[in-house]
């Protein structure tokens, strides 16, 4: 049986452009939007977002383009807003990279989480070179020219990038800003960025913090200690890259929770998890399911797209292969969000869909298809009684668009993928009697059938 159409459509949809076209009376639709039934739909439907990592030179590779752009509804530049990449000499910024990414975010719809202000790695090397007193202002400087490029633009910053110790003490990362600046140079740049960019969601960021352990500890008494003193923070990311020496902790959903416990956001900032099959799907579960458990978690943002450009791509830790196949993995996240497949082929049996509720049936057929297109038709046939007027649900996967549509008339659900089409002169059948509407689908790359639903008529 075809599903059911999931009514919420969250981003702003793009203008459609509608015309006549001559002769057929063909009306030509064009526009983006995404589906229901993805990650980001699924993830706002409970209040949060859910995010990936990009890299700008794979923005024009198409179906990087179109998974990106179906599935997720935040985004953080891989490295694109690092200080080597936009300070790479002093006092001299470079933003091409980073821009085109929150460019692309933007006219998606899409909110962009920036990384990282402060790091000890990917830094260039003049900035080690610098003394304490040009180093703090250094710092500074950094923190205000890019805050302020992207003032109003970022939800969240990583002002703050791994400052803690691996193993049990606890003890600070030696870098430039610990070994010149001391304890004090985070508690300075959070203070810096709250005055560029109030609005902003200010965070701290490391990794091995996401069950109870010394690092993470040091981290929450750091947290505690500004949360006391009215340093500005406003919440902690756990950057979550798991593997079978790092698994997801039996206490993730607790420690994340002591942290919400003082009045911060916590979000799930880089999430990979090494695998496959199953098994990969069963932590991912776990993962989300922490996630939702704490109210304060807002979000999450695996750390790629597709396992083929992940920074760890030997442990395939991603939701999409290297051929943007969902893996069982995204299943699972979707599923643990309470989110529905999206047509993707499992939805309709072998007719793809059709369906009867009442006095009226729908069928599909695909009449032609050709190198980044198709055409389908929907034949609408009355029942044992007569009918005025028909309308038939019809979903295109989200990364594909519905281009022209002809013998119907169109309501849109969610841009040009989910639609409800009426008759236009071609409401009234007698009984058993037939009519059909078609329409042209724009692939993407995507050549999965559409989801025809259940006919109602009166
Ligand atoms: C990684 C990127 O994914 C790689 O492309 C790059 O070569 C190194 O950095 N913690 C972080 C991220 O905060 O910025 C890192 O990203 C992964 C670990």
Request: glycine content about 12%.
């Amino acid at each position: 049986m075809a599903k059911k159409i999931p009514a919420r459509a969250r981003r702003a949809l793009s203008v459609l452009t509608a015309g006549v076209l001559a002769a057929a009376g063909v009306v030509s639709l064009a526009g983006t939007a995404e589906a229901a039934g993805t990650l980001g739909d699924a993830a706002a439907a409970k209040g949060r977002y859910f995010g990936t990592a990009v890299a700008a030179n794979h923005l024009g590779e198409a179906p990087y383009a179109s998974t990106l752009d179906a599935q997720f509804d935040s985004v953080t530049p891989e490295n694109e807003m690092k200080w080597d990449a936009v300070e790479g000499s002093r006092n001299s910024f470079t933003f091409t990279a980073a821009d085109q990414i929150v460019s692309h975010a933007q006219s998606k719809g899409m909110k962009v989480r920036g990384h990282t202000l402060v790091w000890h790695s990917q830094l260039p090397g003049w900035v080690g070179g610098l003394g304490a007193t040009d180093l703090r202002a250094a710092m500074n400087n950094h923190i205000t020219q890019v805050m302020t490029h992207y003032k109003g633009k970022i939800h969240s910053w990583d002002v703050v990038n791994e400052a803690f110790q691996d193993g049990n003490s606890g003890a600070r990362r030696s870098s430039p800003f610990q070994d010149k600046l001391g304890d004090g140079f985070i508690e300075e740049a959070f203070r810096t960025a709250r005055t560029v960019d109030p609005t902003a969601k200010l965070c701290y960021n490391d990794y091995n913090t996401d069950g109870r352990n010394a690092k993470s500890d040091a981290v929450y008494a750091m947290a505690k200690d500004f949360k006391q003193r009215g340093v500005p923070i406003d919440c902690v990311g756990f950057q979550s890259h798991f593997n079978s020496n790092s698994p997801v902790p039996s206490d993730y959903r607790a420690n994340l929770q002591r942290f919400a416990d003082l009045g911060l956001d916590v979000q799930i900032t880089e999430l990979d998890i090494e695998g496959s099959g199953s098994a990969q799907a069963a932590n991912y579960t776990s993962v989300v399911n922490a996630c939702l458990a704490v109210t304060r978690c807002t979000g999450l943002t695996v750390w790629g797209v597709t396992d083929k450009y992940s920074w760890r791509s030997s442990g395939t830790p991603l939701l999409f292969d290297g051929d943007y196949n969902k893996k069982p993995a995204y299943d699972a996240v979707l599923a643990a969000l309470g989110g529905t497949p999206d047509g993707g082929g499992d939805d309709g049996g072998g007719d793809n869909g059709g369906g009867n509720t009442g006095s009226c049936t729908a069928t599909y057929t695909q009449t032609a298809t050709w190198n980044g297109g198709y055409n389908g038709e929907v034949t609408v046939k009355a029942g044992s009684s007569g009918i005025t007027t028909w309308s038939v649900p019809v979903t295109v996967p989200s990364s594909q668009q519905v281009s022209a549509l002809w013998n119907g008339a169109p309501t849109w659900n969610a841009g040009n993928t989910v639609m409800t089409v009426k008759p236009t002169y071609n409401g009234t059948l007698a009984a058993g009697a037939s009519t059909s509407f078609g329409f042209t689908v724009m692939t993407n790359g995507n050549t999965s059938a559409p989801a025809v639903g259940a006919c109602t008529a009166s």
